[in-house]
């Protein structure tokens, strides 16, 4: 009996140590990652919170009107980004009405010019001189400045002399002028904090900014200035830096 067990037993166990080899995991090479779990989408579209509608190359007397009117009637206030040149020879009254009905005023430059690699003198007769027009003609001052095409570099921030604001959702309403589609690309994407970029220039513009009011409303969103924005996230908004969005 003892001479059958030394037999088997050494058999028994090269037969585990086999059957363990067999079945044991692939070595994975130590610069390959391990397999990550991919984290599912959302269930459903984010409700909820604030968002700051933007707007950029008006006024023109007929859209930005349209607009005025729309966003009245829906008690929502909003963020111009003006050219100084059309406020200057031909809307003047639309830029009071934008500040008396609690909108906010920002500097889109004179003549819609980058700002990127102007001179100070340049940069001065672009941006100062707006704010200097705005202040006339509404007596303060506090104007935000957003760049042409949201072209910015060291020399612009170092100018600017107000904070810059860019955006986090651009359906670049001007390409296609496409209501369906930009209303679509913007109420999809729409999350608290999100800073939309539009043009009140345009009316298709028109009708999908309304549409999107309507539509973000229905799903609890409040529409705030961007000063607003930020400061219901308790940030100070500091002249020469640049800011995107105001995610919670």
């Not at 610069?31 to 008006?58: H, K, Q, R, Y």
């Not at 009071?96 to 001179?119: K, P």
């Not at 095409?149 to 604001?165: H, K, L």
Request: glycine residues 6%; contains cysteine; proline residues 7%.
């Amino acid at each position: 009996m003892r001479r059958w067990l030394l037999f088997v037993l050494p058999v028994l166990a090269w037969s585990l140590c086999a059957a363990a080899l067999l079945t044991a995991p692939s070595a994975v090479p130590a610069d390959v990652p391990l397999p990550v779990e991919e984290t599912p989408a959302p269930s459903s579209t984010p409700s909820g919170g604030l968002i700051a509608l933007t707007f950029d190359d008006g006024p023109r007397r007929s859209t930005t009107t349209a607009l005025l009117d729309g966003l009245a009637a829906r008690g929502v206030q909003a963020t111009f980004f003006l050219i100084g040149k059309q406020v200057a020879e031909y809307n003047q009254d639309l830029l009071q009405r934008m500040d008396a009905e609690g909108h906010q005023i920002g500097i889109h430059t004179y003549d819609h010019v980058m700002l990127s690699g102007l001179n100070a003198a340049d940069f001065s007769a672009q941006v100062d001189k707006t704010r200097s027009l705005f202040q006339s003609i509404l007596g303060h001052n506090g104007f935000l400045l957003r760049p042409p095409y949201g072209s910015t570099d060291p020399a612009v921030r170092s100018m600017a002399g107000c904070p810059i604001i860019l955006w986090s959702i651009d359906p670049e309403d001007w390409d296609d002028q496409n209501a369906d589609r930009v209303v679509e690309h913007v109420v999809s994407r729409a999350k608290d904090g999100d800073i939309i970029l539009l043009h009140d220039i345009f009316p298709t513009s028109v009708e999908a900014a309304l549409r999107i009011v309507d539509q973000l409303h229905a799903r609890g969103f409040y529409f705030v200035t961007v000063e607003e924005l930020f400061a219901a996230r308790h940030i100070t908004l500091e002249p020469g830096k640049v800011y995107r969005c105001a995610y919670p």
